[in-house]
């Protein structure tokens, strides 16, 4: 998971995404066990960024399961990954970060 985790963080940083941020959620009650969080500088940016992250995950067996596209606010979901390319008014609006952090602990 780490290789996956790290492929796509360097993907991102690579084309100038900014404020990239892997939250990990594998002992919390949520749908994924991880979730990136990258900021966009343009609504051009986030497509361009979805479109490198297609190109260069493909080969290595990522599968998209679903992409919801939008100028603000882009979803990715490969499964056990969501990835979530946002605008910087969006991504301080929705404050995913406190949301997630605010999860409850699965309980074995």
Do not use: C, Q
């Amino acid at each position: 998971m780490n290789t996956r985790l790290e492929n796509i963080k360097k993907i991102l940083d690579d084309k100038k995404a900014e404020n990239i941020e892997i939250i990990d959620l594998t002992s919390k009650d949520y749908i994924v066990d991880y979730v990136v969080i990258a900021t966009t500088l343009n609504p051009k940016h986030g497509f361009a960024l979805l479109n490198y992250l297609r190109t260069d995950l493909k080969p290595t067996g990522e599968e998209f399961l679903r992409v919801d596209e939008d100028d603000e606010w882009t979803i990715i979901d490969l499964g056990d990954v969501f990835i979530h390319l946002m605008s910087e008014k969006y991504r301080v609006k929705y404050s995913l970060e406190e949301f997630l952090s605010e999860l409850k602990t699965t309980e074995n």
